[in-house]
């Protein structure tokens, strides 16, 4: 079964801006690679307070910010930014 990925409108603006949609896409499936049990070399971190349900994908400089539901199959792509701007 496959996964859907969901981007809001402020990750969106984001990767049209920078051209980075394809190594955002490709990160989120080497996430979903991760989460389901297969072993793979990617920065992933869980968030705590109040980003508590999310993850953090880490690819240079730039911070993905996603939400699973592993029920429902998709991934909620929240924020993508730069280190400095992506929790604000």
């Known amino acids: 079964m496959s996964w859907n990925i969901e981007y809001s409108k402020r990750a969106i603006d984001?990767?049209?801006l920078h051209g980075m949609r394809d190594k955002v896409r490709e990160s989120v499936k080497n996430f979903i690679i991760r989460i389901t049990g297969s072993s793979n070399n990617?920065?992933?971190k869980k968030?705590?307070?109040e980003w508590s349900g999310y993850y953090?994908?880490?690819k240079g400089k730039v911070r993905i910010i996603v939400k699973p539901d592993i029920e429902s199959?998709?991934?909620?792509?929240d924020t993508v930014d730069f280190r400095g701007?992506?929790?604000k």
């Open 47 to 49: 968030l705590k307070g």
């Open 56 to 58: 953090r994908i880490r």
């Open 42 to 44: 990617i920065d992933v």
């Open 73 to 77: 199959r998709t991934i909620f792509v």
């Open 85 to 87: 701007n992506v929790y």
């Open 14 to 16: 984001f990767t049209e």
